[in-house]
Structures are given as C-alpha cells and as structure tokens.
C-alpha cells in the first residue's frame, strides 16, 4: 500500500510517501527552527501560518521525489494530536481534503505513535517491547503490546527531557532549541565536574522529574557564571547531560527488570543525542537486551514515522470518520 503521511504538528511540516509502512520512498521536513529560535521558543500563530505556507510544497516535492501523483496514492497518515491545534489542523484539513477528492481513507495517527514505530523503517520489532519516548514534550516509558495497544509504565511528572535540555541551555545563554548544543559541548566536557541532583532517582516509581534539575543549574550558575564557549560550559553540558542520562537509563532499566521484557525501543528527538545513544547501548549489552534507536534522522520530527501504524490501521479497516478533529491533548494508554 502507498502511503502519503503528513506531520504538522509543531514546527517542522513534512511529508513523505511510504510503501506498505515499511520502506521510505521520499521523507521531506521543512524545518521552521530558525524562525522560532529568535523568539527563545515555538511561536504558535507564527508556527500555524508558517505550515500554511510550507504545506503544499512539501506535500508535492515528496511525491515529485518518488515521481508519483495523488493518483497513486492508497491512503493518508496524518498527526491529529497532541500539539499546537492550529499547527494540527493546517495538515490535518489538508489530509482530510486530498481523502475527500481522491476518495481514498485517511487515518488520523498519534505523535507519539509515530515516534515509537519510526525503527520499524529499519528493521520491524517483534511484539512486545518497551519503548522510552523522549520529545520535547514527552518522556514515557510505554509498554507496547501491539499497534494501538501501550500501556504507560513511567512518565514525567513536569518537564519532558527536550524541555529540560532546552530550559538548562537557555539559561546557559545557548540558542533554541538547546538541546543539540548541549549535546555538542558535552562532548568537550567532564561529566563528574559539577554535582546535579538524579531527581526521583531512587523513588521506586517509574516517573521521572526534570524540573529540580533546571533549577540545580540556575543556582549553580549563579553561584559560577560559565563563559561560552570554554571549558568551563562544557563541564556544566556534560554534567547536565550525565544527570539526564543516569535517570533515564535506571529507569528505563527498572522497567525492564519489572516487565521481563527484553526488547527496548528509544525514540524521539532526544534518542539523537549522543551520549544517551551509548548509555542505552551499554546498559543493553550488559542486560543482554535487544535495543533499537533509529538513525537521528528518524528520532526528530518527521512524516514517514506516522506511516508505519498509519498502513496497519488503514490495511485493517480503521481508517478515520471525515468527521474526525485534532486533539491538543491525547492519552494513548489503550
Ligand atoms: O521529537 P522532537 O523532534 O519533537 C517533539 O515531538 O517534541 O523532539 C525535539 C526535542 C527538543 O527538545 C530538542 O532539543 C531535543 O529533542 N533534541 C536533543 C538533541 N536533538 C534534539 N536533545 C538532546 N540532544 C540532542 N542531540
Ligand atoms: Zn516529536
């Protein structure tokens, strides 16, 4: 089956084109980053009118990549949530218009579905798995029995992950979204130079807090203002960077030990960052777990991702009403 998935749902607009929700034909992301960035954060009218402009473009240079037309298309993917409503509905309307003209199904996919399923373009996962689902809105540690059977085992109770890497990098005075540029500097860094809380670390739960670690950073600079770049930030990066790492990594492993599971998926835009990549790698080869982190191409923001649960639904008629709406918010526990 030929699958055009589009993705709005924050500040990239993309689309791609999939075969049977397997294999990328064409994957295009139009990234509104650079706009955003000189407001410290996603704008979201800027971030709505931005994918009105970009939609019909990246719509037809994914098809023109893969020299097909709608005509060849079987069915649409699309985000309907959670994100920003007017950036949902620019590709949501779009996708239900193309379904209506074409006369073709349309299966409205959540975000985060979309994140947990990306590694299946590399290689499919045998059910069931865990997945740790780390966006800048989102830090879960989901059970996953099936499409559209998860099961929340651990969350955050305030700041996702990316949230966090953003927050402590623009109280460093680094760039939105900070998180890669942490990532970066870290490498450069000593990650036992500074002490940082492992917040809820030892709580016996599976939820996570990022918010005490922000506020660990903003004292400690106040106390030792840092010079960038230099040694010194990239001491605090890594020191950062290690705190995240060691919470995500106890307890994505408690999770692990708690279900007997043995198949760990990692995904969203954090499972680009490189020293999380090798800790779950290491923690992996030590609990002899099979691990699946998709290429950082697939972990940020993209369409081909919502096409992989897209094709199963829409091949096992659960296609969505036209008389379907975005969410803004969206629990996926089924
Ligand atoms: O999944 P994503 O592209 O969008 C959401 O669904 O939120 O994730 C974006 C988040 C941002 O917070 C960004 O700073 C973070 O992923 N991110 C990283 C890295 N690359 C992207 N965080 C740490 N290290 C990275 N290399
Ligand atoms: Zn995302």
């Known amino acids: 089956m030929l699958v055009l998935a589009i993705e709005t749902s924050c500040d990239e607009t993309a689309a791609a084109v999939v075969a049977d929700g397997r294999r990328i034909l064409s994957s295009i992301v139009s ?3 650079a706009i955003h960035a000189e407001y410290g954060g996603v704008v979201p009218e800027i971030a709505s009118r931005k994918h009105l402009e970009m939609i019909s473009p990246v ?7 893969v020299k097909v037309t709608l005509a060849d298309i079987e069915g649409i ?5 959670p994100g920003l409503s007017g950036a949902l509905l620019v590709g949501f309307s779009t996708a239900k218009a193309i379904a209506s003209a074409r006369k073709i199904p349309f299966v409205g996919i959540h975000h985060i579905e979309g994140h947990i399923f990306a590694c299946f373009l590399e290689k499919p996962v045998e059910f069931p798995f865990l997945a740790l689902v780390v966006s800048g809105g989102h830090t879960h540690i989901y059970l996953v029995e099936g499409f559209g059977r998860y099961r929340t085992m651990g969350r955050t109770v305030d700041d996702a992950a990316g949230e966090a890497f953003d927050k402590s990098a623009k109280i460093m005075g680094l760039e939105y979204p900070g998180g890669v540029r942490i ?3 870290a490498r450069e860094g000593n990650p036992a130079a500074v002490r940082l809380p492992r917040p809820l670390m030892n709580d016996g739960t599976l939820n996570f807090s990022f918010s005490g670690l922000k506020t660990a950073m903003l004292q400690h600079l106040s106390k030792h203002p840092v010079a960038i770049p230099g040694p010194e ?3 605090l990066c890594a020191s950062f960077q290690e705190a995240v790492c060691d919470v995500l990594v106890h307890k994505t492993s408690l999770a692990l030990a708690q279900t007997g599971v043995k198949r760990l998926v990692v995904a969203g835009g954090v499972a680009c960052n490189s020293g999380l990549r090798q800790r779950m790698a290491s923690m992996a080869a030590k609990l002899g777990i099979e691990l699946h982190i998709p290429k950082p191409a697939l972990c940020g923001d993209n369409a081909a991702m919502l096409a992989v649960a897209g094709n199963f639904y829409l091949e096992n008629d659960k296609a969505s009403d036209s008389a379907l709406d975005v969410t803004a918010t969206w629990n996926m526990d089924h």
Do not use: F, K, P, W
């Not at 993917?77 to 949530?81: F, N, P, S």
């Open 31 to 33: 990234s509104q980053i």
């Open 59 to 65: 719509i037809s240079q994914a098809l023109e990549a």
């Open 77 to 81: 993917a699309v985000t309907r949530g």
């Open 183 to 185: 990532d970066a500097m």
């Open 233 to 235: 930030a990239n001491d």
